[in-house]
């Protein structure tokens, strides 16, 4: 990968057991492979953490990323009932904001997990948890790309392009007034496919980027009041919208954001209500389960 506004990451390569200790550890290899072998599609789950965000990111040659960990270790677990156990490494970390409830998990994934590179958003921000985080980061050496508007990642056929934060000086102001505002906000491309991820951004933010079409919007801030902008909500126009919520006092989601999902036909789903949801595509067509 090339930090530069255009990254690729190219000559991945998968490592391939070559041995087999019995018959039977020789079937469950073999299953495992069979099942969790590339097939051409891209898969995202969005997991089910409770009240916080994570979603898990499989591309079609079975490159691996994270966006978000949720508010404790449950990401780790749901994690494991997705990927094979041999599947050790994550391609991409991304942090959205170092809010707790989408960082927590996070943390615990980079301990356990060889990462490769981690993208997030340069907030000037302190914290137990995102001091711990950065340590960590420190003492495992793992490179860390600062993203930032018109920035392009491409992995396989897939694409990811920053919309939010603007640049440093805008972040700055607006994470200053709310660290939600810091929220990486970016669309995710396979094909003629497009997911918009937010992250917890607000209106505020929402009413500062100019919205692509995607089919699936994962709605920030587990579907508050306050990162509802219908102009937004209109220009992205999306098929599908994702609800990360759990158990909460905060009125989340809100009914008015219910209200105005349901007056566009737009189908919701809300992990507190699934569980995982996971979204397949071909490029061409999606579903989701």
């Given amino acids: 990968m090339v ?28 299953v495992t492979y069979f099942v969790s072998s590339p097939d051409g599609k891209l898969h995202l789950y969005f997991l089910d953490v409770g009240q916080g965000d994570s979603a898990l990111v499989v591309t079609p040659n079975n490159h691996n990323m994270m966006i978000d960990g949720g508010p404790d270790n449950k990401s780790v677990y749901e994690i494991s009932k997705i990927l094979p156990f041999y599947e050790r490494d ?20 980079i301990k356990r997990y060889d990462i490769k590179y981690i993208i997030m958003p340069e907030v000037d921000y302190s914290s137990e948890l995102y001091n711990e985080w950065l340590g960590v980061i420190a003492s495992k050496k793992i490179p860390v790309k600062y993203a930032y508007a018109g920035d392009v990642i491409s992995v396989d056929d897939v694409s990811i392009e920053i919309l939010w934060p603007k640049d ?9 007034k709310d660290l939600n505002d810091a929220s990486l906000v970016f669309l995710l491309k396979h094909g003629r496919f497009a997911a918009l991820f937010t992250g917890d951004a607000t209106n505020v933010v929402e009413s500062q980027i100019n919205a692509p079409k995607a089919d699936v919007l994962k ?35 809100a009914s008015v954001v219910l209200g105005a999902f349901s007056a ?6 809300r992990t507190d209500e699934r569980g995982i949801i996971e979204i397949t595509t071909d490029g061409e067509t999606f579903s989701a389960m």
Avoid: C, M, Q
């Avoid at 690729?8 to 079937?27: A, E, V």
């Avoid at 994550?90 to 994934?109: Q, R």
């Avoid at 009041?225 to 919520?245: E, M, Q, R, T, W």
């Fill in 168 to 176: 440093k000086e805008s972040l700055a102001i607006y994470s200053k």
């Fill in 219 to 253: 709605f920030p801030h587990h579907g508050s009041l306050g990162s509802l902008d219908l102009n937004f909500l209109d220009s992205v126009a999306p098929k599908y919208v994702i609800i990360s919520v759990g158990k909460n006092s905060y009125g989340h989601p």
């Fill in 3 to 30: 930090l530069s506004s255009l990254w690729r990451l190219t000559g991945i390569k998968f490592k391939k057991i070559h041995f087999l200790t019995g018959i039977g550890l020789g079937i469950i290899l073999l």
């Fill in 264 to 269: 566009r036909d737009i189908k919701t789903f």
């Fill in 90 to 109: 994550f391609d991409l970390i991304f942090l959205s904001h170092p809010h707790a409830d989408h960082l927590t998990g996070l943390l615990e994934v």
